[in-house]
């Protein structure tokens, strides 16, 4: 079946939108599309993509009005005729679908997204029970495709706001019985810019391509008794 994508192309003012028709044979994705666009129609056409296998988080871009990973997102699944795909938003966009992504681990990087432990390790490793990592299960899996942090209309309006990834990374770390660095976490996320700018909008949660629910560990953290709003 023939579709139509509609591209955003170029940045900032000047850019426009390019129409591109794809014979879509069936299972395709939309980073197939892409593809086969810049393979055979326009090989100046910009986007990122690695692993194809929604693991690597460089594909997130906004399909139809939604966040999400081009690899994993089915062309099937996408009703209506033409098909919009534009770069996520809340960036700066560099040229076409691939934006900006050094603010956001700049932000990252604030709440330490690293285990912080100086103790002398143990024989074998640190040992976690059972009990312990299912508080922090979940959250391990985010694969830093900025989906979240781009969909929040907090970050839109206050760019050095942590946003849902980085706090997500540090409700991670937090609640990590083997590490030892929650002083210093606790001082990046407890203010302004930080746990009390989300105002649980909750689109982080629908833009998440790994399930996860950024505004659950904010609410957590926010519970655990040990701030004081800024
Ligand atoms: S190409 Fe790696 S997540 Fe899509």
């Given at each position: ?120 390790p143990p024989d074998k490793e640190r040992i976690q029970s059972e009990e312990e990592f299912s508080h922090i299960s979940s959250a391990i899996n985010c694969i830093l495709c900025s989906a979240c942090t781009s969909s929040c209309p907090s970050y839109w309006t206050d760019k050095n706001y942590l946003g849902p990834a ?65």
């Amino acid at each position: 079946m023939q579709r139509t994508f509609k591209v955003y192309r170029g940045e900032g003012k000047s850019h426009r939108y390019q129409d591109f028709k794809v014979e879509v044979p069936p299972g395709w994705t939309v980073l197939d599309a892409l593809n086969e666009i810049k393979w055979n129609q326009d090989g100046t056409l910009t986007y990122r993509r690695s692993c194809r296998h929604g693991i690597c988080g460089s594909c997130a871009m906004k399909i139809n009005g939604i966040n999400a990973l081009a690899c994993e997102k089915q062309i099937k699944d996408l009703k209506g005729g033409t098909i919009h795909v534009d770069p996520l938003p809340g960036f700066k966009v560099l040229r076409d679908l691939a934006v900006d992504m050094d603010p956001f681990f700049e932000l990252l990087e604030e709440v330490k997204p690293y285990l912080i432990n100086d103790s002398a390790p143990p024989d074998k490793e640190r040992i976690q029970s059972e009990e312990e990592f299912s508080h922090i299960s979940s959250a391990i899996n985010c694969i830093l495709c900025s989906a979240c942090t781009s969909s929040c209309p907090s970050y839109w309006t206050d760019k050095n706001y942590l946003g849902p990834a980085a706090l997500l990374k540090a409700y991670r770390f937090l609640f990590d019985t083997r590490d030892k660095g929650g002083p210093e976490r606790i001082d990046a996320i407890n203010n302004r810019h930080g746990l009390w700018r989300c105002h649980t909008i909750i689109n982080c949660v629908g833009a998440c391509p790994e399930n996860l629910a950024p505004t659950e560990a904010v609410s957590k953290l926010e519970k655990w008794g040990i701030f004081q709003k800024d």
